[in-house]
């Protein structure tokens, strides 16, 4: 069995260079540039006004002013600064040249024309040209682009950009037992929980999915399936990965001329995960215990579909401190669900007693997967380990 860095590696090798898509900014959270951009202007374009207050000199702060002009945003005052005088001024006008200084009102006494400083402390209350970015400064944050991305896309005034097609994931749950949710289950049924929940973690990556029909445990309903799939640039099968005797999803796969990079690796969950190529699409197979196929969801699936946009797929990793001591692992690296507390220096961490990889309920208490090494010995507590936050923390 490999293990899970070198599964890794084969999965992401499997993605194909992105393709790019034209779309506005104000529809793109969540969407991978395509290469740098460039910003088209100066931010703040001139030296800005940051109260509502006076514009003065600051050679000036203790005299006596004039109040010969009034500047509010969008509404330049284009006079000359004369010494002893002052601009009525507003927060995001532009501080007329030659003063130097914008003074709160709250800190002024104004009489008429005539204005005097009650307290000259404090900055200058001004944002200098061009102290956020420069026309020209290049942007490419390497992520799915976030609320304050394209905030920020739309004050370099960058209308549209270039990001990755949205990777088209097909996912397909295999298994005469399996239900749809609200059906009425039968003797021996359950109902299919997998292909929704890896729908979702393939939603919030960026992919555009399509959740086939549930696949029975024949091989011609799983030949209907995979046509159907033909389309997608990545088939994600569910179930039916194992040795059993109705585990069938690797046998079709191959006498569809599936090129597999890789069947079962040292990881645990997840033991028999498949990953390869099958006709133009990346198909990865998912073990069917609800645990273990969102466990390589989040670390195959996840990573691929940000490949396939171009992204680097890295999955932080953080520690924390265990708070009591652990048995030694076995020859797979373990994925345990955990919850983290708050620690001194670093959260303090522990994982569930039960790690039946069949049990949603756990894996939805979980805040972490803390990660430990194949054939890791005995821990004690206070040691630190890693692990990888999940949504359900706060
Ligand atoms: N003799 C062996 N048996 C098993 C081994 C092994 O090495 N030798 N590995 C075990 C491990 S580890 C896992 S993981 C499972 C994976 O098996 P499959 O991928 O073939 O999954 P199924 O048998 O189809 O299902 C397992 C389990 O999960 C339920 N399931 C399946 N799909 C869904 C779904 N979409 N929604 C909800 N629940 C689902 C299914 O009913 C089974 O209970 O194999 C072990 N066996
Ligand atoms: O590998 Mo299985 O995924 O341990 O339950």
Redesign the pocket.
Known sequence: MITVQEARDLVLALAPAPQGEDIGIANAAGRALLGPVRARLTQPPFDAAAMDGYALRAEDIDQTLQVIGEAAAGHPWSGEAAPGTAIRIFTGASVPAGYDRVVMQENTQRDGDTLTVTDASGPSHIRLRGNDFSQGDSFDPQRLLTASDIGLLAAMNIPEITVARRPRVAIL???D??LRPGQEPQPGQ??????IAIAALARDVGAQVDLLP?ARDTEASLRDSFAAAADADLVVT???????D??LVGQVASELGMQRAFYKIAMR????LMAGKIGKSAMLG?????V??IVCALIFVQPLILRMQGLAANIPLRRARLIRDLRPEGPREHYLRAKLGEGDDLPTIDSFDDQD??RLLLMSQADALMIRPAKDGPRKAGEIVDYIALQNGS
């Open positions: 749950a295999t298994g037992e399996l359950i109902i299919c929980s997998n292909d549930i569910i179930g039916g990965a194992s040795v059993g109705h585990d969950p997840g033991k028999p998912l073990p069917g215990n609800p273990s196929s990889s069949a």
